[in-house]
């Protein structure tokens, strides 16, 4: 996905103005304020519906955000891993790492699979892999991602991270020395974890919110959207309430509507919940910390599990709709534990869907290349019979000159056909290849790998009932809407 750095002009590009209620030439609405639906979900049925906070409730300005963790994580790797002072002079690159890609932490690689879960392309450190090297080393094997080797790419936060390993990997290596891949992501690992925990990036987002929050001018309006119709309304969050209150304080600051405070928009907020283990444990002795809220509702408690949620709020199973933002700590857990109704966040929809819309003729001309291309070994296939009955079956034939140039056109036309279909194979590599890029020049389109989904698309469709860009765009619908998948179909059905 392109992201572009936040002083250039074309930061706001990817997305239409907001609530425009925009609709497009076909009488629908505007793609980048639909909710898309994997499952049927009726509105009406839902109780309770919870929201995480990062990336989902606060939309992060990405570079900046991942240029501060990736900087933060140098100093700490050089201050107390003892790294060469060198690897400060890295920069960031915000396009390199996407979502969805799994990290081969033993080899010192990045790869991005299919729906199959077979390697399609892959890099060691920021090197790309040749199709021999990759093919050696991933060929006619499905990746077994339970294996502690591999680490997948869940959320936004894990950019820099990775990149900052696969950073590692290249400079080290120009010492001409092997280092030991595991111990780098280890130390990556850590330190970014430690300047998570010590406040070292949360201190700066909160003393200066509005260079890394993207602000949503109808969010609030959507979460009273939700309250006027009857949902209970729950914040359930990893973030300490100090963090949670800086945000939040600051994202509702104009839109209070008469609270004393943005906690009152919600029934029920829960911080410090350890996702994904607040889905996994219930009732096990989990009981969450009342934390002082100043004689203000609701509720602020730290810890606890989803029995206790389900037990305060009323709700349960799938009366409960869920919105975040990551694959497995988010959706996955809360779907598959709990039956709960999941709402995926993908900021990444917007660029995606720009990009498909700038290069749509383009798209048809390599459909229409491949169905060519299709037609023409079928053609193929029927002129090769008809030569072969001519071959095997002299007797049916005419006299022998006849034959002689009856063989001769069908071999000239067999030539032909084989030409072109090559050059179509060709022309097609060539366009997909150019348009892949279009969306990411690395690893192209986050949800698609050439003709299939990619795994993490694969994973969006499986595990969310629901997807979209952003919370607000669920202003569009009516409140007891509801959202219908528009049905899979098998290869014969279409």
């Known amino acids: 996905m392109k992201r572009l750095a936040p002083d250039t002009n074309d930061m706001a590009v990817e997305r239409p103005p907001a609530r425009q209620f925009l609709v497009g030439k076909d009488g629908r609405l505007d793609r980048h304020s639909r909710v898309y639906v994997n499952r049927n979900l009726r509105v009406a049925k839902i109780g309770a519906i919870g929201f ?7 939309h992060y300005d990405p570079v900046p955000v991942e240029r501060l963790a990736f900087r933060l994580t140098q100093e700490k790797l050089v201050a107390k891993k003892g790294y060469p002072s060198g690897i400060l002079a890295i920069e960031y690159d915000p396009e390199f790492v996407i979502r969805g890609l799994v990290v081969d932490r033993r080899r010192g690689n990045i790869l991005k699979m299919d729906y199959h879960n077979y390697v399609s392309r892959a890099y060691h450190g920021r090197r790309p892999l040749t199709a ?17 080797t591999y680490v997948s790419v869940d959320t936004l936060f894990h950019l820099p991270e990775v990149y900052l390993f696969l950073a590692l990997i290249d400079y080290l290596e120009a010492g001409r020395k092997k280092p030991d891949y595991g111990r780098i992501y280890g130390d990556v690992r850590e330190s970014i974890d430690e300047a998570h925990a010590d406040m070292s990036i949360k201190s700066q987002i909160i003393k200066n919110p509005g260079a890394f929050i993207r602000e949503d001018p ?20 990893n973030s300490e309430m100090y963090y949670t209150n800086a945000l939040l304080s600051y994202i509702f600051r104009n839109d209070l509507n008469g609270r ?6 919600f029934d029920l907020i829960i911080v410090e919940s350890k996702k994904p283990a607040f889905f996994l444990n219930r009732g096990r002795d989990l009981a969450p910390s009342p934390l002082p809220a100043e004689g203000e509702n609701p509720p602020v408690y730290a810890g606890g599990d989803a029995m206790f949620l389900e037990k305060a709020l009323g709700f349960r199973g799938d009366q409960i709709l869920y919105f975040g933002d990551h694959t497995y700590g988010d959706i996955l857990r809360s ?31 390599l459909k229409d290349l ?12 029927a002129l090769g019979r008809a030569l072969r009955r001519l071959t095997e079956h002299p007797e049916e034939g005419g006299g022998a000159a006849e034959r002689d140039r009856e063989t001769a056109a069908l071999e000239s036309e067999i030539a032909r056909s084989d030409a072109e279909a090559r050059r179509l194979v060709d022309e097609a590599e060539t366009l997909g ?52 998948s528009p049905g899979s179909f098998m290869p014969h059905e279409l």
Not at 370 to 381: A, E, F, N, Q
Request: glycine share 2%.
């Open 52 to 58: 995480d906070l990062d990336h989902t409730l606060a």
């Open 132 to 148: 021999e090297e990759r093919k050696r080393v991933y060929s006619h094997k499905r990746i077994r991602l339970s294996y502690d």
């Open 218 to 237: 109808q969010l609030a309006a959507t979460l009273e959207e939700f309250r006027r119709a009857g949902k209970k309304l729950f914040l359930l969050t």
């Open 260 to 265: 004393r405070s943005w906690k009152q928009i």
């Open 335 to 365: 779907k598959k534990s709990l039956g709960w109704r999941t709402a995926m966040i993908l900021s990444e929809l917007d660029h995606e869907l720009s990009t498909t819309e700038r290069i749509q003729e383009d798209l048809k001309h």
């Open 370 to 381: 491949s169905t060519r291309r299709d037609h023409l070994v079928v053609r193929k296939v």
């Open 433 to 484: 290849t150019r348009l892949a890029s279009e969306y990411n020049p690395h690893w192209g389109p986050i949800f698609r790998e050439k003709s299939e989904t990619s795994r993490f698309g694969h994973q969006v469709k499986d595990f969310a009932c629901i997807y979209t860009s952003r919370v607000s765009n669920f202003l569009n619908y009516p409140l007891d809407h509801y959202f219908q």
